[in-house]
């Protein structure tokens, strides 16, 4: 049923519509990780600063579900969300204290219309994208209420702190009321959230009467309708005024049943999801002035003042034909000579086919130009009969010999919104070419409206009875019809038969019925809007109904297929360095010999430079996506000597020969015994070997670690290792593997130039050479420190191997 409730124009979106709209864009979670906020269970941690009696932080962690609520009668939109399978631990020592625990939230946050922020749109001007109309919903002045459920409350009241005792009921409250003012400020941290409107992209030009159904002349109101309906109502006139929301009856958005639609995404191709109602309502007085009269002025109006001008255009064609031979015969003959000229081959382009149609051809194109210009807009605008103009279409009704062509005016164009149908009426008046009087015909026809089977908005064109009369014409046209049946020729017959037959067949063809159904059609389709933060938005009408309060097209949105919260449980392992500074250690100086240079084919000494930093590490590790609480077993650590350069046959990374045992890490020192070889060694002298490595760790919260490195012990691997048990007791292995570089060889320039000199040597011998391929052994050094600073080497080319570089000559070296 169509009800407005005085306005022009009211949108309906389906509460999960609403909710999907919001859901799109991507949320942040402080682990790194992403959320969308209607797409399912996602991970939340809150942490509670509570009571100074129990020792280190509390934080209370699990996985959220939000569900959006409808509240009718007001443009507040809530959200109920469900916290479950919460465990509250100590954040520093990771102490679980209770666990499988269960809350819920009612969360109101105000809604309202209004233009996209500054950011949205980048490439729109701002004043145009000052029109758009989007909902937004504020979630940065949320306000919640949480509480535990009832069992929950129970088991933490009487949950066992570690040197504190039982938890009781007064420490509970007070960690509900905690809880609850930290879910909110988390919630309230989402910020406001602006989404485009899917099924129509509504525009607010404020102050100005609407030409187009999507755009409004003042700003809409947005009002919950009915438990499952969001309506947005508006006007297109300034002047329109009233309407009550709350006079809406209901949403009338009810699904036969599971409704999809057929999607294309690049991750999924084309899949079918989940699609929800809408609805668009337009009044009768938007319908007419938006649709029908644009289609009736252009469909028919223009066309018969095509038709009309097209005698004159034709004629104008013509004369500057004669006036081309006109101009063309003076050459030779006299001006009289050559006007007889001209004329006679007017004559005869009149008679040829080729000629008329260049003409009617040059005549068409520049009356379809005319009419586009504001001039011809002008013609169309003073043509247009009542009640949506003033003047009078003529039509140019062609009539059989020995009768001249009847001129018809069209006197009245209308429609109206009838059950099930727009209904166009036209009224044409004539003179009839024998008998003094006017006959006057009626043409009526019937747009029907239907939603094709593959989505598409058609109007049928259904012609309704003609009817014409005779004013004052009875005894004439009847004295005619009998002398036509007695007398030997049939004129009057056909001169009473045939202009009641032809002027009514061009009557009804001058309606053009089927064109002005397309061109009504295409002012309902649903917009298919591409949204700044998803892809496309996906609608489908699926019912259009047609009555004497305006039009209804009822439609689908799809859900975005990716907006979903995909868990994915694991745990995440960062390792960074903290610092690096040099070492309380004096730097250390060194030279290697050569008995060739390449600089000039002499015995050379060249220097270097040994540095020794200190460095810290943080090894840090986040459980994404676990069921709390999550525990860890004692960590471990293993040294490593990285001057092997195995791989690891997990990932294909170099990794280090792990030495000696592992050892329980506990914060203070530890003592790892080696050896490894910490210093490589320099023009193939001795390397310096390290006993043992010794480190300062440090505990960081429930998973992470601050490990310091001394320079001195050089250069070595370390492997943490730990096994990560989530609320469920499934088991995730954890290893991080942490490359401490604590010395630096820095070479003379004259090593550089060096280094310089003999790859272009080498470069020369490879050119000559050919396509063989060579092998260069090169000192141990060498594979740990760059010996040609700056140069760069083509990887397709030369390929490092254990104790050589294996290259392939070419134009490239």
């Not at 009915?226 to 009810?254: E, M, N, S, Y």
């Not at 007695?486 to 009557?507: I, K, Q």
């Not at 297929?561 to 730097?587: G, K, W, Y």
């Amino acid at each position: 049923m169509i009800d407005l409730a005085g306005f022009d124009l009211v949108l309906q979106l389906h509460r999960l519509t609403v909710a999907d709209l919001l859901n799109r864009p991507e949320r942040s979670l402080p682990d790194g990780g992403s959320f969308h906020l209607f797409g399912g269970p996602h991970p939340i941690e809150l942490s509670l600063q509570l009571d100074p009696a129990i020792p280190g932080t509390l934080v209370v962690g699990g996985f959220a579900e939000h569900g959006l609520v409808a509240v009718p009668g007001t443009a507040t939109m809530r959200l109920e969300t469900r916290l479950t399978r919460l465990a509250l631990q100590v954040l520093e020592t990771g102490t679980v204290i209770v666990r499988d625990l269960a809350a819920g939230a009612r969360v109101n946050v105000p809604v309202a219309l209004t233009p996209p922020p500054d950011d949205a749109y980048p490439g729109l001007a701002p004043e145009v994208r000052a029109t758009l109309v989007g909902v937004r919903a504020d979630l940065a002045t949320a306000v919640a209420d949480l509480a535990f459920d009832a069992a929950s409350h129970a088991q933490i009241a009487n949950a066992q702190v570690p040197g504190v005792g039982p938890f009781g009921t007064a420490a509970t409250d007070a960690l509900e009321e905690r809880l609850r003012s930290e879910f909110e400020a988390w919630l309230r941290g989402q910020g406001p959230q602006w989404s485009p409107l899917g099924a129509a992209a509504l525009r607010v030009v404020e102050g100005v009467d609407s030409a187009a159904v999507t755009t409004l002349a003042s700003w809409p109101t947005v009002q919950w309708v009915d438990a499952d309906t969001l309506g947005i109502f508006g006007h297109h006139r300034v002047a329109a005024a009233g309407g009550a929301p709350g006079q809406k009856a209901g949403g009338d958005l009810a699904s036969p049943g599971d409704e999809r639609l057929d999607v294309t995404t690049r991750l999924l191709g084309r899949a079918p999801v989940p699609a929800h109602r809408f609805s668009i309502e337009v009044s009768e007085d938007s319908v007419l002035r938006f649709m029908v009269i644009p289609a009736l002025r252009e469909q028919v109006v223009r066309r018969l003042v095509q038709e009309w001008r097209m005698r004159d255009f034709v004629h104008a064609e013509e004369n500057a034909y004669y006036h081309a031979r006109f101009t063309a015969a003076l050459r030779t003959e006299s001006p009289a000579d050559a006007a007889d000229t001209a004329q006679d081959e007017l004559e005869a382009a009149r008679r040829s086919p080729d000629h008329v149609a260049g003409f009617r051809g040059q005549a068409a194109a520049k009356l379809t130009a005319h009419l586009a210009s504001p001039q011809g807009q002008a013609d169309i605008t003073a043509a247009t009969p009542p009640p949506y103009g003033s003047g009078v279409a003529h039509s140019r009704v062609v009539m059989p010999d020995p009768f001249s062509d009847v001129i018809a005016d069209v006197t009245r164009i209308a429609a109206e919104l009838l059950p099930g149908r727009i209904a166009i009426d036209v009224d044409n008046e004539a003179e009839t070419p024998v008998c003094a009087g006017r006959m006057h015909g009626s043409v009526g026809v019937d747009l029907r409206p239907r939603v094709d089977p593959a989505g598409a908005i058609v109007l049928d064109p259904v012609p309704r009875t003609t009817t014409s009369e005779l004013d004052g014409l009875a005894f004439c046209t009847a004295v005619l019809a009998v002398l036509g049946s007695v007398t030997a020729g049939p004129v009057a017959g056909v001169a009473f038969a045939g202009l009641t037959r032809v002027l009514t067949e061009s009557l009804v063809e001058s309606i053009a019925a089927d064109t002005i159904g397309s061109r009504v059609a295409g002012s309902l389709e649903p917009v298919t809007e591409h949204l700044p933060s998803s892809g496309t938005l996906v609608t489908r009408p699926v019912s259009i109904e047609v009555n004497r309060p305006g039009l209804r097209v009822v439609g689908l949105v799809a859900t975005d297929p990716l907006a979903t919260n995909d868990l994915h449980p694991h745990v995440r392992v960062d390792v960074t360095r903290e610092s690096r500074s040099p070492s309380l250690r004096p730097q250390e100086r060194g030279t290697f010999h050569k008995e060739r240079s390449c600089l000039d084919g002499g015995p050379r000494d060249f220097g270097y430079t040994r540095r020794w930093s200190d460095e810290t590490w943080r090894v840090q590790v986040t459980p994404v996506d676990l069921v709390p609480p999550v525990t860890f077993s004692p960590w471990t650590i293993r040294l490593g000597d990285t001057s092997a350069r195995t791989l690891d046959p997990e990932t294909g990374l170099i990794d280090a020969l792990w030495v000696g045992e592992e050892a329980p890490l506990t914060s203070g020192a530890v003592t790892l015994p080696g050896p490894v070889l910490s210093h490589e060694p320099v023009a193939g002298g001795p390397g310096r070997e390290t006993a043992v490595v010794t480190l300062q760790a440090t505990e960081q919260g429930r998973s992470g670690w601050l490990l310091a490195a001394n320079g001195p012990d050089g250069d070595f691997a370390l492997l943490l290792r730990a096994t990560a048990t989530d609320g469920d007791g499934a088991r995730h292995p954890v290893a991080a593997r942490v490359f401490v570089d604590g010395t630096r060889v820095i070479f003379d320039a004259e090593a550089d130039a060096e280094s310089r000199a003999c790859l272009a040597d080498l470069a020369h011998e490879l050119d000559k050479r050919g396509e063989e391929v060579v092998v260069i052994e090169v000192e141990p050094w060498r594979k740990r420190f760059e010996p040609w600073q700056g140069v760069e080497l083509d990887p397709k080319v030369i390929r490092v191997d254990p104790g050589s570089i294996r290259l392939r000559p070419g134009p490239h070296l």
